[in-house]
């Protein structure tokens, strides 16, 4: 046997022995496919990648085409792994049942991606340890829905509001028209800049300047108040957590072996990463520096009760968390649990409530009759003071505004997909599914499902008004699922409610608010959450009318 002939036998062998394992591979995966217990519909995969490859944009646009195809429960494969698409109320009952025993605690499958970035045995949203998550939630949730930090809230929404009008009335002086009287900004940017300051400040008694950082971006001067260097870091500090939020999509979507193997996806995952470490660290540096504050503080003087002290001093001599801690939650938590709460609320709370409140302004500048009701409740609230500081106990009178929120988010679904994963094998209607499978409620559809809504794409906050009294409104269970549900449902409700109602009085009462573009329709991107792009809206302040 010639070299040639030896290098060709050996050629045809490994063919060979790659076609047969291939063979193999391929029997073996649609045995396995077709063999499966009482299956869910769904489009057919294919061998390595499943139905990845129909996987366009986002989730949520996905979601809404595989619901029109194949109805209220389905399959999909992403690579080997099975998804299960719910888009009825009805049938997430079992996903959603508020106990400590439900199956569905857990919200996602092992990504190796979300180890990478150390959020699946830290913080909360995807904390995959169980024991870790009750602890954390626990002090989290106290701490953010306590008394003094909902009207913290409250104060902090007004002060930085009132400095954001300071910013606009100079942008306006340098932009002045022939009519004086309006100014036109982008309420999309000032938003996600203004919630970034709030949640901050509130968590941390520290100040972001993100949206003094914009106004020095569009104006002629700079802002004398905050020095060049804080400037920076605060742009430095925005940038960052933008690049964070985009890890965490990244990295919980892209497969290992593209990130570790093809080079545009790991430049990526390296760069994304190095910035998630950043921020670590700064979030890191922080809590190191608020302990150090509080051990020098003595024993006699109040600390300050922001989020960042509560944490920190659960369950130690110096507690400032009127008790927070109970027999089953008795240690104190560690810097790195801080640092990861601390960035969650940053990260959970920011872009959720400012895309709110932009789709809020859209619909309130198509729909007058709703805008009008909405300031006759201002008017039977604050009387005949309407510049008058709002409390907090004013917000819990405004129900017409909050069936606009409500209306509002049920329409956009901010959070279009709610992910939760099955510990153990288990089965909705007469579905099987082994433990381990990733189950995605679709909320985008949930939302507008003829099945629970009448009339479902129409605008009416009406059909939240009169519930539970007899004829009144009928919200079906699991209909509206704008925070989720079950134990793991939203735990800045309410600071996002208070917010929300806080900055819809504060924008209205004053000014005469018009959208720009009143025929374009409303320009969104989904990134973790829908985001409201570029919103341009015209404002007047009415004193300045008459
Ligand atoms: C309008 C504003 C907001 C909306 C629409 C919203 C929506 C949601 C939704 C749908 C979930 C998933 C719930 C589930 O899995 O059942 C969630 C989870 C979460 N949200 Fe919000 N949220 C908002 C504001 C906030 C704020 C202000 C904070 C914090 C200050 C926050 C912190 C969190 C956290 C930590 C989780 C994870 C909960 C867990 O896994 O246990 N959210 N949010």
């Not at 941390?204 to 950082?213: C, D, G, L, M, W």
């Not at 709370?349 to 789709?359: I, P, R, S, W």
């Not at 909705?428 to 003829?450: D, E, L, R, W």
Request: hydrophobic share 40%.
């Amino acid at each position: 046997m010639s070299f040639i002939d030896i290098i060709k036998f050996l050629f045809w062998n490994i063919i060979g022995y790659a076609l047969a394992i291939f063979t193999f591979y391929l029997a073996f995966y649609y045995f396995k496919y077709f063999s499966r217990y009482r299956p869910l519909p769904g489009p057919f995969p294919l061998p390595f990648v499943g139905n990845r490859l129909q996987y366009r944009g986002h989730p949520a646009t996905w979601a809404k085409r595989l619901h029109e195809e194949y109805g209220d429960i389905c399959e999909i494969y992403m690579g080997g792994e099975r998804h299960i698409w719910i888009s009825r109320a009805d049938l997430v009952e079992k996903i959603f049942r508020p106990s400590l025993n439900n199956n569905y605690l857990i919200r996602i499958t092992h990504r190796e991606g979300l180890d990478e970035i150390d959020v699946t045995t830290k913080g909360i949203t995807f904390n995959r340890s169980l024991d870790s998550w009750t602890f954390n939630r626990k002090f989290f949730n106290q701490a953010i829905s306590s008394l003094s930090f909902m009207k913290q809230n409250v104060i902090w929404t007004q002060n930085l509001f009132e400095e954001m009008e300071d910013y606009w009335r100079e942008l306006k002086f340098q932009t002045e028209n022939t009519s004086g009287k309006e100014f036109t900004l982008n309420i999309s940017e000032w938003m996600i800049r203004f919630t970034t300051d709030v949640i901050f400040t509130l968590t941390t008694n520290k100040r972001a300047y993100s949206f003094a950082n914009y106004f020095n971006q569009l104006s002629n001067t700079k802002t004398k108040q905050h020095s060049e260097i804080e400037m920076v870091e605060s742009e430095n500090l925005i940038k960052n957590i933008r690049s964070w939020l985009h890890a965490l999509q990244f990295f919980m979507d892209t497969p290992s072996l593209w990130r570790k193997y093809i080079p545009s996806f790991k430049k990526r995952s390296e760069y994304l990463k190095s910035e998630v470490d950043r921020l670590n660290n700064t979030f890191m540096e922080l809590v190191k520096q608020r302990r150090k504050e509080i051990e020098m503080t003595p024993e006699d003087e109040q600390l300050i009760p922001d989020m960042l002290s509560m944490l920190l001093t659960v369950n130690t001599p110096r507690d400032v968390t009127a008790k927070l801690a109970d027999e089953h939650h008795t240690r104190p938590l560690s810097d790195e649990e801080v640092r990861g709460n601390i960035l969650e609320v940053i990260s959970a709370g920011v872009d959720t409530t400012a895309n709110t409140f932009c789709f809020i302004v859209y619909h309130l500048g198509h729909y007058p009759d709703v805008k009008e009701k909405m300031l006759q409740e201002f008017n039977s609230v604050f009387r005949d003071d309407l510049s008058r500081p709002i409390e907090h106990e004013d917000l819990n009178k405004l129900v017409y505004c909050d069936a606009i929120i409500k209306e509002v988010s049920r329409l956009m679904s901010i959070v279009p997909v709610i992910f939760r994963m099955s510990i153990k094998a288990d089965e909705i209607v007469k579905y099987s599914f082994p433990a381990g499978t990733q189950i995605n409620v679709n909320t985008h559809v949930i939302h507008t499902h003829p099945s629970h809504w009448k009339d479902p794409e129409k605008f009416d906050p009406s059909r939240f008004l009169n519930q539970g009294v007899p004829g009144g409104n009928k919200i079906a269970k699991n209909s509206l699922l704008i925070f989720g549900g079950g134990l793991r449902m939203c735990p800045g409700k309410n600071l996002a409610m208070t917010e929300l109602k806080a900055l819809m009085v504060l924008l209205y009462r004053k000014y005469d608010v018009e959208l720009v573009n009143i025929n374009e329709p409303v320009k969104y991107h989904y990134s973790i959450v829908k985001s409201c792009d570029d919103l341009m809206i015209r404002i007047k302040d009415r004193k300045e009318k008459q």
